[in-house]
């Protein structure tokens, strides 16, 4: 089993930077690929972001690509994503979760998630 601490969360004004940490618990976390999801009041839950167990390959929603950067550091058992030019409309509480899956995009491919923590983008 695998448990997920997300962090890093806050509020920021609009292309403002902010980083998020996901710290795991489990001997086996190098052997998950890892993914971000973020859900914004009254919308469904969407895919912003994964990366492959030995962090080489990576896949982005088209709405962060080149703004956001998903990394992991398998010694620490930690994921991050670093987040640059922020909208408003990145505003939403951000989940990490993990998957035995290579790189899926479908939250419930999804096998064991955080609690997620809150990102505010203020214009």
């Known amino acids: 089993q695998v448990q997920l601490v997300e962090s890093g969360g806050g509020s920021v004004q609009a292309g403002g930077s902010l980083r998020l940490s996901c710290a795991a618990s489990?001997?086996?976390?190098?052997?998950?690929?890892m993914g971000w999801f973020r859900q914004a009041p009254g919308k469904e839950r969407e895919f912003v972001t994964a990366?492959?167990?030995?962090?080489?390959?990576?896949v982005y929603a088209e709405s962060v690509k080149g703004r956001f950067t998903i990394s992991r550091d398998n010694a620490k058992n930690t994921v991050y994503l670093q987040m640059n030019s922020l909208k408003p409309e990145d505003t939403a509480a951000y989940y990490c979760?993990?998957?035995?899956?290579?790189?899926?995009?479908?939250?419930?491919?999804?096998?064991?998630w955080g609690q997620g923590t809150q990102v505010t983008v203020s214009s």
């Open positions: 979760a993990s998957t035995r899956a290579l790189l899926p995009t479908t939250a419930g491919l999804y096998d064991y």
């Open positions: 489990g001997r086996t976390f190098s052997s998950y690929a």
């Open positions: 990366i492959a167990w030995r962090g080489g390959s990576t």
